[in-house]
């Protein structure tokens, strides 16, 4: 069985900074590819973020230059470090992590963190 938690969300002041962190635990091969979504209250889920395996990111316009995603596989553990925040990045955030099990890769998803930034 293969959980994904994550941590790091909170409150913060517009121009603050969170890192969050999504954790892998329990019997896989490796974490592939992994990816941030975030979803505020009426909206759809967007994603944010993406990190391969490789460590190469890619991120959505509203975020670039500000969020960071770095990965350390020896922790299993992916970050996405977030400065300058905004009030309009206030949302729950969420991995998903495309976990090879065997010979196959399924998706998992983190119970999502709250991120909340006031002006």
């Known amino acids: 069985q293969v959980q994904l938690v994550e941590s790091g969300g909170g409150s913060v002041q517009a121009g603050g900074y969170l890192r969050l962190s999504c954790a892998a635990s329990?019997?896989?091969?490796?974490?592939?590819?992994v990816d941030w979504y975030r979803q505020a209250p009426g909206k759809q889920r967007e994603l944010v973020a993406s990190?391969?395996?490789?460590?190469?990111?890619n991120y959505a316009d509203s975020v670039k230059g500000r969020f960071a995603s770095s990965r350390d596989n020896a922790k299993n553990t992916v970050y996405l470090q977030m400065n300058s925040l905004k009030p309009e990045d206030t949302a729950v955030y969420f991995c998903?992590?495309?976990?090879?099990?065997?010979?196959?890769?399924?998706?998992?998803w983190g119970q999502g963190t709250q991120v909340t930034v006031s002006s």
């Open positions: 998903n992590a495309h976990i090879r099990v065997g010979n196959y890769e399924y998706s998992y």
């Open positions: 990190i391969s395996v490789e460590g190469r990111t």
């Open positions: 329990g019997s896989f091969s490796a974490i592939n590819g």
